[in-house]
């Protein structure tokens, strides 16, 4: 059955029709907003139809058939779809190993941060090698957690219970919170 075979005109507009029909029973229910969008999706086979789209699909959809039907035999097409899967494994890989330096990197940055020396650049030697931009050269640099100066607690009431312990991570919770004034 080929393109020619097949009388196109009266399929699209049977499909604008119906959904046509369709659109005005979904804006009675729905609105105006749901029948327009109604609407202009029906137009589409009609539309298709007269600028000659549907004979363009039709050949997509035979040379994609006629590419598929041509793996089902052929141990070559099979052999490259094995290698295409092996390139997308080792990209995956590489970048995952990529993504990790990055990482320890930053680390290092932060601690020589922390010890008062100044930060080491993002890996220019990266930016050569592979020609891309490392993920350290685009995001800002980490900064170092700064000690706080212990504040002193508040005993606890003297209703004869004991305060709990207080997690320090909680403490600094509580005191972003109150500079933030919630």
Known sequence: MGYDSIFWL?????????????SYYAGRSRGYQSMLRGVAWSLIPLAAYL??????????????????SGFAFSPVKWAGIGVAALAFVLFVVTGGRHRRRAVRERRKAAKAGQQGAPAAPPAAAGIEQSGTVPATAIMPAVT?????????TQ??????KTAAPVDQDMKDIEEILRNRGI
């Not at 957690?145 to 504040?151: D, G, S």
């Not at 005993?155 to 004869?160: D, I, L, M, T």
Request: glycine share 14%; hydrophobic share 45%; proline share 9%.
């Open 155 to 160: 005993p606890a009431k003297r209703s004869g």
């Open 144 to 152: 170092a957690r700064q000690p706080q100066p212990a504040k002193a």
């Open 51 to 68: 600028t000659g789209s549907i004979k363009m699909f039709w050949k997509i959809g035979d040379a994609i058939g006629n590419y598929a």
């Open 10 to 22: 009266p399929i699209c507009a049977v499909l604008t029709g119906a959904g046509l029909v369709l």
